[in-house]
């Protein structure tokens, strides 16, 4: 079966972006540097790509030239474990970014970021309407989500 690798487009800052995301997650590494031969959008780099894996994932960073940016468009979306991962992924991820609203984060290179509690998803898919609806609510209000806020919202500690 094939995979999925997404690849994403730099103006010249795809070995930075590459290598800072791999400072971040476990289990990650560079995989190759694929040299720049010249004829390319962005010709005074020295690598063209950068492919790298985030914790099994593999992505690849392209060196493309100025012509396109990042939108909220495409996210990547990181689902935490515990409070403790949620504020760690946050911290990191808005190092010279951006928070956004209900987890969202856009990063110093402009890449978009969901950074999700698995709790804050169990309460979006619970049975009980009106504990959706709760959790929703409180989410609406946060930047980076907080777990605690949102079970004291709801009713539904852990």
Not at 115 to 120: A, D, F, N, S
Request: proline share 7%; net charge negative.
């Amino acid at each position: 079966m094939p995979r999925i690798t997404p690849n994403l487009w730099f103006d010249t800052e795809a070995e930075e972006a590459a290598e800072f995301y791999v400072s971040i997650f476990p289990n990650s590494r560079i995989l190759e540097r694929v040299p720049n031969s010249g004829g390319t959008p962005a010709p005074d780099v020295e690598f063209i790509t950068i492919v790298f894996e985030l914790d099994g994932q593999k992505l690849v960073a392209i060196n493309g030239g100025p012509h396109f940016k990042f939108t909220e468009a495409i996210s990547l979306e990181i689902e935490c474990e515990s409070q403790e991962q949620v504020d760690y992924y946050w911290s990191r991820l808005t190092e010279g970014g951006e928070e956004g609203p209900c987890g969202w984060l856009k990063d110093r290179y402009g890449l978009s970021w969901q950074v999700v509690p698995r709790r804050l998803v169990e309460l979006l898919s619970h049975e009980d309407p009106e504990i959706r609806r709760r959790a929703i609510d409180a989410m609406m209000k946060m930047k980076k989500i907080e777990v605690a806020a949102i079970e004291e919202a709801v009713g539904q500690p852990a």
